[in-house]
Nanobody
Framework: VQLQASGGGLVQSGGSLKLSCAASGFALDDYAIAWFRQAPGKEREGIACVSYYDSSTYFIDSVKGRFTFSRDNAANTVFLQMNSLKPEDTAVYYC??????????????????????WGKGTLVTVSS
């Protein structure tokens, strides 16, 4: 089970970026993909989750309505479309995968959960 995150970059406030999380060694249908971010000097926080296992999703309030998920089945890749970006979205973004995971509406994905795999981070910088 391997993940590769990409798509970060420098964008002005109000702009958009599309992050990719390419999966290899497993099929997405039984997995959830979660996105985390870590800003300088802060803990890694879970911000969004999509489960293809049970069709559940979760977004933290600060990104709800601005971030969305999509999927390319042929490429076994999940995308996180980030619109209306703000300087406070600046962070290193990571994706993680877990088998048969439910994206709970009651709270964000936890960094301390035993994720099956983590992708390397991709840096998103939003200038004001």
């Amino acid at each position: 089970v391997q993940l590769q995150a990409s798509g970060g970059g420098l964008v002005q406030s109000g702009g958009s970026l599309k992050l990719s999380c390419a999966a290899s060694g497993f099929a997405l249908d039984d997995y959830a993909i979660a996105w985390f971010r870590q800003a300088p000097g802060k803990e890694r926080e879970g911000i969004a989750c999509v489960s293809y296992y049970d069709s559940s999703t979760y977004f933290i309030d600060s990104v709800k309505g601005r971030f969305t998920f999509s999927r390319d089945n042929a490429a076994n890749t999940v995308f996180l479309q980030m619109n209306s970006l703000k300087p406070e979205d600046t962070a290193v973004y990571y994706c993680a995968a877990a088998s048969q995971y439910h994206c709970s509406g009651s709270g964000p994905p936890s960094y301390y959960y035993r994720w099956d795999s983590w992708g390397k981070g991709t840096l998103v910088t939003v200038s004001s």
